[in-house]
């Protein structure tokens, strides 16, 4: 302990007049338990009234305060400074558009990946108040909470560097979407449908297995197998016809 | 709820079955994804073959001549495989590069992006005690070397196959020499200085296709018992185990270590 | 000057607010949602635990009906809630439930034969009925008399949240996030939208609306210790304090959770209680039965949270460099359930404090974690006072909480409100007309760029956090688990100053863009005034009830004190006006909860004198008519016929 830490930060405000992108040096003195999101809220109270970052839940749960820290991205409310070498490196995701300094528009991306694989149920059912609810085996409902539990935090696309090049490839986080949908027996969606929706550059073929996605998601999600599943689906539908 | 099925891009998803656009795009993007993967499977399972049989040297001439024997009688196995395989390798080629990025600017991309990750892991201290540990990452990084070695493995293994083509179906033009391997042929030519290329194309190659078995295995079966670090072991294994027959078999060609098996 | 128009704004994009734009979008009406954050990152999903709703599919539900639901969370406010509200949630939660299972929700499901479980800290073998196998199964929680709390393992809030989302992605309602609502644009008692600063680029603009909702959920960073989100200010609460005409109800009511992990107070769910864990104390003794022999660890926050304090009080608490605090034990759950069903919980306590709970005991202390108090509305969600408004779940006091909420019913409550409320929201937008005044919005907004302006340029003094943190400071000193009168009046005096000190706020930066000082800069006032009514409010409530315990006034005092506290506070008035108004219809007469001990003063008008000054006592505070009258929905001495074994 006793370490005096320094934090190299990416500033940049896009509404002001000529800011141009830069790295500003902090220094802070290390307290024990400290965080990054601790550390990044001293710096804004003390001495960077201007910085902008986003937490919401300081908790790990929200995906809010994802960054890169010493070139890994990451949930930085759940970094121990403790973890981290004496100078620490904070950058804002890669991809997303920046909105300032270390916060970057995430919800907007999560939110058109929504809409482009049509993530909710499809389900034509009407709903009935006074019918119990359909049955399902917890084993099923395991499986796709497994998937749902992605928190769109963004590393998963901030890491893989085909998502990089090809702004097109809905990425991990979308590819596991579909897998969250794939495994519901609620979702009626047949074949032929998710056959198109995910047999595509842009869907599961656009991910070539870097790996990193897998790597770096803070939730731990079982991103490639939920991959491999739906390689595999995906070409037994095709034989199938 | 009855208007709750919104189509807000009609595009993603077409209900009009199998003849529609999008089902089209779908099983191209299918098929060219099976053919880089296949192509590359089959050049994996030659490649080690390949190797095991260039190792016969180290039992001496005899037993190198003995399976090349083997392979041009009564079978011509030898004939068609090399136009068999120069076909897939071009295939392979051709369909493998369609993910290398083409522009330089992408390609740089990739590669700061493989090389941040891959420093990030120096900058970041373990804590041994802790249970959560930051997992290692060098994925990207396997990824830009595949590439790489992708590209000489082009070059040198193409120049190699039209010299073997030459060797199995002519004489060389070498006064009384027949058609065919063997390995007073091919001893002569790697001692003849081609032994450089030799060992580039075999560690290229043996490390291309290691990397490339590695995700294959990842990208189509980490959902089964086989998981990632399975993979990762054969990835390791394919690597060491091909590097150093490989090497001795280099040696062998070139003359030391010829027939020191026998 | 920007304006947006549409039927219906929601302000909040948690699942109170996505309910209730659903219910209203399904009814062709156009809606837009504003959210500080994207929508999925809101509050709602945190709540790990669960949902309750009185589905009895599990053996430990067996007999469970919304009566008795109803009778647990009349019990659990401590008579303090609306009991007609509280029988509108109880009925219609299974619905909810069911409804979010259509839409996608994968609630852990029941499976047949024998399961290994936790009851009352024991190891026990509990068989599942597999005829029920497939339906939704609950897990225990504290203060209820069933296993009644439906999950999915422990990410209940983020699934419902996803799946709400969506829905509303499917219905192609937008969401305007990175919006902070400022202040209402209203007029005459009606309330015709809101006055909204953009938190991207700092641009005002006004959103009108037939009808405006307010979800904006809790204020619990108000006492800076929390287990809230960073972003619950009170920002929502807010905007209806500032009208002067809307009350506050009850905000004294404000709940402190058993478990928060020292030093983060990152909240450890109550199922990990329900599902067997234990507190602990300094010497590893297991503490609970000795105060609560009947419920032990599963009594209701409130009095756990109590008896943790008292035992602390003891000296029985474990010393540490961020203060003192208990154990919870978790081991003998054993490792697969700890990364399974309770994984968020294993995450938490990894990452954060370094602990592993399969192995090691979890610090924990109580922690301000609720706020039962909120927005006065009816039945209906209607705003007192103000046509136009609604508000609905954690901002709102439609009242099923009163003094104590159970866990597993705020979560509930925002599903059930959203459908209930929705419904009243678009019969409303569906009926009204709307004149715009565009000078309206313009003078509103007008107010807002002043206060900018004297922020920025003014010639003030004051540091925001350095109030902020001294709002907090006090707060939890003296507003806490346990009050004294005298700590109250300190509280009240200290906070009177910090609400003067507010106006002499300077802002150091003159950065444009989103401006994140200056962003805090504009809640501070709202945070300060709450934090005096809520510090004035508990000291005038001479009794104890709930979650407000008065140590020099122990007892619950029936006779003076079942009503409701409002309170309104004009912009420009140095103090607030507080007011008094029945809780509610009483259909259980009030009573002994049967934990948490204390005694009780009674009534001395009878049930039906009470009830008479029900609908005049609340008329004359400014309560709307209901769609329906007061009283419909509350099946008379249902509660009898209950404990008699008749339902
Ligand atoms: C850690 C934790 C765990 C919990 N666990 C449980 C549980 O297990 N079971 C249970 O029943 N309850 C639980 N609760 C309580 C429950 O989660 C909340 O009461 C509930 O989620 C509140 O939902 P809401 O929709 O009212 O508000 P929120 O989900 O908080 O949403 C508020 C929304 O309003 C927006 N907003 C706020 N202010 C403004 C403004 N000025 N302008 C525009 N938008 C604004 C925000 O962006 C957000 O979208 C828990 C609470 C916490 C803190
Ligand atoms: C069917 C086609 C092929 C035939 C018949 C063939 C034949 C041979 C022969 C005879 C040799 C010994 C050296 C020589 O005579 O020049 C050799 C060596 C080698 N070949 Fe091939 N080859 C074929 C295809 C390939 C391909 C496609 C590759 C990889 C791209 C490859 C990689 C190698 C390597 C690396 C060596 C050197 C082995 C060592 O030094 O360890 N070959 N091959
Ligand atoms: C012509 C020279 C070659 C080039 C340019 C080349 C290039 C590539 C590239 C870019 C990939 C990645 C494709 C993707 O991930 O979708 C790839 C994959 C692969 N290559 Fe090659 N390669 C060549 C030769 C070979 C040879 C000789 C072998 C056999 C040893 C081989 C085996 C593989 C395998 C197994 C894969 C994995 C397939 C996949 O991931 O889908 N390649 N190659
Ligand atoms: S998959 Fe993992 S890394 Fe990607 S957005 Fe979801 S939680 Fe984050
Ligand atoms: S890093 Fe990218 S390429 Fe695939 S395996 Fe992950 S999405
Ligand atoms: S702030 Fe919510 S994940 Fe970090």
């Known amino acids: 302990m006793g370490r005096t830490l320094t934090f190299k930060i990416f500033r940049y405000n896009p509404t002001k007049l000529n800011d141009k992108p830069h790295v500003e040096a902090y220094r802070l003195e290390e307290i024990p338990r400290l965080n990054v999101f601790t550390a990044l809220n001293m710096i804004r109270e003390q001495q960077a009234p201007d910085l902008m970052f986003d937490f919401v839940c300081r908790a790990g749960i929200c995906g809010s305060c994802a960054m890169v820290i010493n070139g890994r991205p990451t949930l930085a409310c ?50 009935d108040p006074q019918a119990i609810e359909e049955r399902m085996d917890n084993e099923t409902a395991i499986k796709i909470y497994n998937s749902e539990r992605c928190i769109e935090c963004g590393c998963c696309i901030a890491g893989c560097a085909t998502a990089q090049v090809y702004p097109d490839f809905i990425g991990a986080a979308g590819l596991n979407r579909i897998g969250r949908f794939l495994f519901d027996p609620r979702d009626e969606r047949g074949d032929q449908e998710w056959f198109e929706l995910v047999s595509t550059d842009e869907g599961i073929f656009g991910c070539i297995g870097m790996m990193a996605c897998d790597d770096v998601c803070p939730k731990d999600l079982p991103l490639l197998e939920v991959f491999a599943y739906i390689r595999r689906k995906v070409s037994g539908i095709a034989i199938k016809k | 709820m009855t208007s709750l099925h919104t189509e807000l891009y009609p595009d993603a998803v077409s209900r009009h079955g199998k003849t529609s656009e999008a089902h089209r795009i779908s099983r191209k993007a299918l098929r060219d994804e099976l053919i880089s993967g296949l192509t590359g499977a089959i050049l994996a399972a030659f490649i080690w073959f390949h190797l095991l049989f260039e190792s016969s040297i180290l039992f001496g001439r005899a037993a190198y001549d003995k399976l090349a024997l083997l392979l041009e009688h009564p079978l011509p196995i030898a004939h068609v495989a090399v136009i068999g395989i120069g076909i897939v390798f071009f295939i392979h080629f051709i369909w493998a590069s369609r993910k290398i990025p083409g522009k330089l600017q992408e390609r740089k991309k990739m590669m700061e992006l493989g090389i941040s990750i891959k420093k990030a892991n120096n900058r970041w201290q373990q804590d041994p005690k802790s249970d959560i540990r930051l997992r290692k990452h060098f994925e990207t990084s396997l990824w830009i070397w595949q590439v790489r070695t992708g590209m000489i493995v082009l070059a040198a293994g193409a120049f190699h196959l039209v010299l073997v083509a030459w060797n199995i179906f002519t004489g060389m033009g070498i006064e009384g020499q027949t058609p065919g391997i063997s390995a007073e042929i091919a001893v002569s030519r790697v001692e003849s200085g081609l032994w450089i290329l030799y060992l580039v194309l075999m560690i290229t190659v043996v490390v291309h296709m290691s990397i490339g078995v590695y995700r294959l295995l990842v990208k189509w079966f980490a959902d089964t018992w086989f998981v990632r670090k399975y993979a990762r072991i054969i990835f390791y294994f394919l690597l060491w185990f091909f590097i150093i027959v490989g090497a001795a078999t280099t040696l062998g060609l070139a003359g030391p270590w010829e027939g020191v098996l026998s | ?30 809606v837009t949602i504003l959210s500080l954050v994207p929508p999925r990152r809101s509050h709602s999903s945190a709540a790990q635990g669960g949902m309750q709703a009185a589905l009895a599919n599990t053996v430990m539900g067996e007999g469970d009906t919304p009566t008795v639901h109803w009778l647990d969370t009349v019990k659990g406010s401590d008579w303090g809630c609306d009991q007609e509200v509280a029988r509108i949630f109880a009925d219609n939660a299974p619905i909810a439930m069911r409804e979010m299972a259509h839409f996608g929700v994968p609630w852990n499901r029941v499976k047949g034969g024998k399961q290994q479980v936790f009851i009352k800290g024991k190891k026990a073998e509990i068989e599942e009925d597999f005829a029920n196998e497939g339906l939704i199964t609950s897990r225990a929680f504290g203060g209820t008399a069933k296993w009644r709390t439906c999950y999915t393992a422990d990410g209940t809030g983020h699934t419902v949240l996803y799946t709400m989302d969506n829905m509303v992605l499917q219905l192609g309602i937008p969401v305007h996030d990175r919006m902070e609502a400022l202040r209402l644009i209203h007029k005459d008692n009606r309330c015709i939208g809101a006055i909204v600063r953009s938190l991207r680029d700092g641009e005002i603009m006004a959103y009108i609306a037939k009808a405006t909702v307010i979800a904006t959920g809790g204020y619990g960073r108000i006492y800076g210790e929390s287990t809230n989100a960073v972003i619950n200010e009170g920002t ?36 990990c209680r329900g599902d067997g864990g234990l507190l602990l104390d300094v010497d590893e003794y297991r503490f609970m039965p000795d105060y609560e022999p009947e419920k032990m660890e599963l009594a209701s926050r409130d009095v756990v949270s109590r008896r943790m304090k008292e035992h602390m009080l003891k000296g029985k608490g474990v010393q540490s460099a961020y203060g003192e605090h208990l154990w919870l034990d978790l081991r003998q759950l054993g490792e697969h359930h700890l990364t399974t069903k309770l994984r968020e919980v294993y995450d938490i306590c990894m990452y954060f404090i370094g602990v592993n709970p399969i192995t090691e005991l979890v610090p924990v202390r109580p922690t301000q974690h609720y706020s039962m108090g909120g927005i006065r509305v009816n039945k209906d969600g209607q705003a007192y006072n103000m046509e136009g408004l609604f508000a609905l779940g954690e901002v709102a006091c439609w009242d099923m909480h009163g003094f104590n909420r159970l866990g597993g019913n705020s979560l509930a409550e925002t599903v059930v409100a959203g459908m209930v409320v929705g419904k009243q929201v678009a019969a409303f937008a569906n009926k009204a007309e709307l004149n715009v005044e565009v000078t309206l919005a313009e003078e509103a907004a007008d107010l807002e760029r002043k206060k900018m302006d004297r922020l920025m340029n003014g010639d003030g003094q004051e540091n925001v956090y350095a109030l902020r943190d001294e709002i907090g400071r006090i707060l939890t000193k003296y507003v806490h688990i346990f009050r004294t009168g005298e700590g109250l009046q300190t509280a009240v005096n200290e906070l009177k100053i910090i609400v003067d000190r507010t106006k002499n706020v300077k802002v150091r930066t003159s950065a444009p863009g989103m401006n994140p000082e200056l962003s805090i800069a504009l809640r501070i006032e709202g945070m300060a005034k709450q934090a005096y009514v809520i510090a004035k409010g508990a000291l005038d409530r001479t009794e104890s009830r709930g979650a407000h315990s008065r140590e020099d006034y122990p007892a619950r005092d029936d006779k003076n004190w079942l009503n409701r506290t409002l309170v309104r506070w004009a912009e420009g008035e140095p103090d607030p006006v507080f007011d008094y108004e029945p809780v509610g219809l009483l259909d259980l007469p009030p009573g002994d909860r049967g934990y948490g001990g204390g005694h009780m003063i009674d009534m001395d008008i009878s049930v039906d004198e009470y009830n008479k000054q029900v609908d005049p006592g609340q008329t004359t505070n400014g309560r709307l008519q209901p769609a329906e009258p007061t009283g419909t929905k509350l099946p008379k001495e249902a509660w009898r016929a209950k404990l008699e074994g008749k339902e």
């Not at chain 1, 400074?81 to 970057?104: H, N, Q, R």
């Not at chain 3, 039927?7 to 009406?29: F, N, Q, Y």
């Open chain 1, 78 to 127: 759940r970094t121990l400074t403790a973890d981290l070498p004496e100078t620490i490196e904070l950058f804002p995701l890669p991809f997303f558009k920046l909105l300032g300094d270390l916060s970057v528009d995430t919800g907007v991306w999560f939110r058109e990946m929504g809409e482009r694989l049509e993530s909710w149920v499809h389900n034509h059912k009407e709903f």
């Open chain 3, 236 to 271: 929502g609460s807010w905007l209806a304090l500032q009208t002067g005409v809307v009350p506050l109800g009850n905000m004294e009511a404000v709940q402190v959770h058993p478990t928060g992990i020292v030093p983060t107070d990152i909240l450890i769910t109550e199922g």
């Open chain 3, 1 to 30: 000057m920007r304006i947006i128009n549409s039927d219906v704004l929601v302000i909040g994009a948690g699942l109170a607010g996505e309910r209730t734009a659903i219910a209203c979008a399904k009814r062709g009406l156009d």
